[in-house]
Every structure is written in structure tokens, then in C-alpha cells.
């Protein structure tokens, strides 16, 4: 008796019609949620201000658009509620940060490379890797106060460096994270042959290492810069007259006497701009970086 041949188990058109149907739904969840803020901010950056207790968000057909917010965002853009003095603060010590957090993280990321667990035994690195991570595990509120008051006691309040020094230790897990991370996936043929070669280790950590991982490097300091960015809680307890940054200073248009909605489209879109051109620009690198290899 012939065999007979197997038939082809074909999936039913209905199943793939509607994953591709729920893939497409999901997607535009996502989209919607993602550009509705930017939207939004567009609206009521050019919406009149009689209009702003209105239901209606559709330019040219629920009210005619306006530029006087522009107008006065730029009149007073370097004083009073102004957004340059706080993107000019914001720029300054996320730079600063970012820069001290990656070469410090980069560092701590390769002692713990060339340390290993097999030197210290397991328990104690994990527990070494679980001291360094700390900042970062415990919510930042907590120790916001006690950093004002220490910053206070140093008369170091509303000062940049105060700021820095924060952001720079928030920073910092982040950063060795990534590239402890991205060095686990380094041949170790690779440095045991630097090693024969006669370099040192920050010689190697230099010209060998920084080349191999310099995508998740760069992917680095664009996460550390977008989460300087938008961090609050030290921000706005550190504000003063003089050190006021870009999430402080739009919280800051909710007054005493209200809402100044002559800034708020403005200041909205002025805030969520250079994260978006940052994220815009670093996608490829961010993209590796959240794989944790260095696969190109």
C-alpha cells in the first residue's frame, strides 16, 4: 500500500488576519500614545488664550490659531518665567553629569570585568554589584532631603554644581550597567592578549575596549542625558532664584494665582524637544544598548 504524503498544516487565513489586525491596533496604541502630549502642546501653544477652557482641539476649525504665545515666550525667554536660563541650566549640568557618570561608570564597569566573580567569589561580588547599583535602587525621593540640607549646610544650595553632583550619582548605575554589560560580551582572547602585549590596564580599557563597545557607550551617555533631563525630585528641592531647570521651570507655572497659560504650549514644547532630537538621533545605539550586546 502507497504511503500516503503528509499534507501541509496551513494556518487559518482568519488567525492570521486577525494577529495582524491586533499587531496593527497595538502599534497604533502606542502611536497615540506617544504623539498625543506633542499634539497637545502644539494645540495649546497657538490656541487663544479665551480658548483654553474649550473643548475644542482641531486648528482652524474649533478656533483660529495664534502666535502671541511665541511672542511672549521670547519676551521674557532670559528672565522672569522664561525657559532659557532653565535650558541653559538643564544643558550644563546634564553635559557635565552624563560625561562624569560614563567615565566613572566605564571605569567601575572594567575593574568589575577584570575582578570577576571567580576572584571574590560569587556572594561577595553580587553583593559588591548590588552596593554600586544602590543609588539607583532606592527611590530617589528619600534622599532628596537630606541632600538639600546637606547641600544647605555646605551653602552649596541652588548652585549647578549641587546639581551635578546629584545627577551624576543617579547617573551612574545606569551608566555601569550598560557597560559592564556590553564588556561581558568581549572575547576574553582579546584583553588576555593585551595583557601579553605589556598594557596597562587603562591603556587597554582606552584604545581597545572603548572602540569595541563605542555603540553602547554612545547609547549611554543619550539614556543618562534623557534621564538628566527630566529628573524632578532634586531639581525642584534645589531651586532657588538662580538654579531653576527645564521640568522645574514648567512645574513652575502653576502659581498662586493660577496657571499662566500664556507659557504653558511653549514651555511643553520646549521641554520635550530636545529629548525627542536626542532620542531621534541616538535610536540605532539606544536600540543596542537595551539588547545588552554589542552585536553590530
Excluded at 257 to 272: C, P
Excluded at 280 to 295: E, I, K, P
Amino acid at each position: 500500500m502507497a504511503p500516503k504524503h503528509a499534507q501541509p498544516v496551513r494556518k487559518p487565513q482568519r488567525e492570521s488576519r486577525a494577529s495582524s489586525v491586533t499587531s496593527w491596533l497595538v502599534a497604533a496604541l502606542l502611536l497615540f500614545w506617544v504623539l498625543a502630549p506633542l499634539y497637545l502642546a502644539v494645540v495649546l501653544s497657538i490656541k487663544p488664550r479665551t480658548q483654553f477652557f474649550r473643548g475644542g482641539q482641531i486648528p482652524f476649525l474649533d478656533f483660529a490659531p495664534t502666535l502671541d504665545h511665541w511672542r511672549i515666550e521670547f519676551a521674557f525667554f532670559w528672565y522672569g518665567p522664561g525657559m532659557g536660563p532653565a535650558l541653559v541650566n538643564s544643558v550644563f549640568v546634564g553635559v557635565l553629569a552624563v560625561l562624569a557618570a560614563t567615565i566613572m561608570g566605564g571605569l567601575a564597569a572594567y575593574g568589575l570585568l577584570r575582578l570577576g566573580p571567580r576572584q571574590i567569589g560569587p556572594r561577595r561580588f553580587a553583593l559588591l554589584l548590588l552596593f554600586l547599583l544602590l543609588p539607583r535602587l532606592i527611590p530617589p525621593i528619600t534622599v532628596a532631603m537630606p541632600f538639600t540640607r546637606v547641600m544647605q549646610a555646605l551653602h552649596w544650595y541652588d548652585t549647578r554644581f549641587a546639581l551635578w553632583t546629584a545627577h551624576t550619582t543617579l547617573l551612574l548605575p545606569w551608566a555601569l550597567v550598560i557597560l559592564y554589560s556590553a564588556m561581558l560580551d568581549l572575547s576574553p582572547e582579546i584583553l588576555e592578549a593585551a595583557q601579553l602585549d605589556g598594557c596597562s590596564d587603562l591603556h587597554t580599557l582606552l584604545v581597545i575596549v572603548a572602540p569595541l563597545i563605542m555603540a553602547p557607550l554612545l547609547a549611554t551617555m543619550a539614556i543618562c542625558m534623557a534621564l538628566s533631563w527630566n529628573e524632578y525630585p532634586f531639581a525642584v528641592l534645589n531651586a532657588g532664584s538662580h538654579m531653576t531647570t527645564v521640568p522645574v521651570a514648567v512645574a513652575f507655572l502653576f502659581t498662586k494665582d493660577g496657571i499662566e497659560f500664556e507659557f504653558v504650549g511653549s514651555h511643553l514644547l520646549l521641554a520635550m524637544l530636545p529629548p525627542m532630537l536626542l532620542a531621534l538621533g541616538a535610536r540605532r545605539f539606544v536600540t543596542r544598548a537595551l539588547s545588552l550586546g554589542t552585536t553590530r
